[in-house]
């Protein structure tokens, strides 16, 4: 009897709730580690970029509008929704030897636990970084957090998972929307992301994932003058000298962190209300106070 050949699954990027192909029609092929193509990923180009910034600028408003207590929900429907699918990201994290079985499912359950950290300050970061200011006079001065808007999530090579979640989730309970780009590591982790987001009552285009040559849509994100922030972390000096280049020519706010492959299951570290505040503007309101 003929062997039966197999079917490699072909992953999509996640843009504005649907699952696109590159409207280039690139794609990688995914090696295990017997070199062997076991999966296609979407190779994202310039064009899926301006897409899926286009996606989030929609969405940032009903987004931003929604109360911190519902956007809480949402974040945690996700948690759910990404351990409903932990057997999936353990196989995916193990895929190219860079994982045991043990550190994958560890990974996967950090991933989760962050996501459920976030969707606890979502109704919470604006009583801890807002404040009530003193003045001289008969009025009451308030100073209160609001979403930036519109954020670049830009992770890592590793952890793959856990740090691209990690990127995504404090500007997300803040109100922002997102464009977060994989690392090259695991980028089928990165697009099974995109289903369980697709599945988590998250409204279509507030998180987008493209996954590819994070290298390559570097420069765009940089000079993207409808980008209001990027959320980075540990990544080589060319690529991050890259990011702040465009602090010069579009007044972008650019965050790169330096995490450490340890770090990232520091939950002290990484679910701080600290990492919310670079994505959010500081407004200021008067008001008369009674008589």
Same mark, same amino acid.
């Given at each position: ?126 009583? @801890? *970084? ?5 003045? %001289? !006079?008969?009025?009451?001065?308030? &100073?209160?957090?609001? $979403?930036?808007? +519109? ?44 289903? @369980? *987001? ?5 409204? %279509? !285009?507030?998180?987008?994932?493209? &996954?590819?040559?994070? $290298?390559?849509? +570097? ?73």
């Amino acid at each position: 009897m003929p062997s039966r050949l197999t079917v490699t699954k072909t992953y999509k990027l996640y843009i504005g709730g649907d699952f696109p192909r590159s409207e280039s029609g690139r794609s990688l092929p995914v090696h295990d580690l017997d070199e062997r193509v076991v999966a296609h990923i979407a190779h994202a180009s310039r064009k899926d970029l301006r897409n899926a910034v286009v996606a989030a600028r929609k969405a940032v408003p009903g987004w931003m509008a929604r109360t911190g207590y519902n956007r809480g929900q949402i974040i945690y429907r996700m948690a759910e929704m990404l351990e409903g699918k932990a057997d999936e990201f353990i196989t995916a994290l193990m895929l190219p030897g860079t994982h045991t079985k043990r550190e994958a499912r560890a990974e996967v359950e950090a991933t989760v636990d962050r996501l459920v950290a976030f969707a606890g300050w979502t109704d919470k970061f604006s009583q @801890v *970084l807002g404040c009530h200011n003193p003045v %001289a !006079g008969p009025y009451y001065n308030f &100073t209160v957090p609001e $979403a930036t808007g +519109l954020v670049a999530a830009v992770a890592p090579d590793e952890p793959g998972l856990l740090a691209l979640v990690s990127l995504i989730a404090p500007p997300l309970a803040a109100g922002n929307a997102i464009v977060a780009v994989s690392g090259n590591h695991h980028p089928i982790a990165a697009s099974i992301l995109g289903e @369980v *987001l697709a599945t988590s009552d998250l409204p %279509a !285009g507030v998180v987008n994932i493209l &996954t590819g040559n994070r $290298a390559e849509l +570097l420069p765009w994100i940089s000079e993207h003058r409808d980008i209001d922030a990027v959320h980075a972390a540990d990544l080589p000096d060319d690529e991050a000298l890259t990011l702040r280049r465009g602090m010069s020519e579009n007044i972008k706010r650019v965050r790169v962190r330096e995490v450490g492959e340890d770090g990232w299951f520091d939950a002290d570290l990484c679910t701080s209300p600290w990492w919310i505040e670079p994505f959010i503007e500081m407004k200021t309101i008067w008001h008369p106070a009674a008589t």
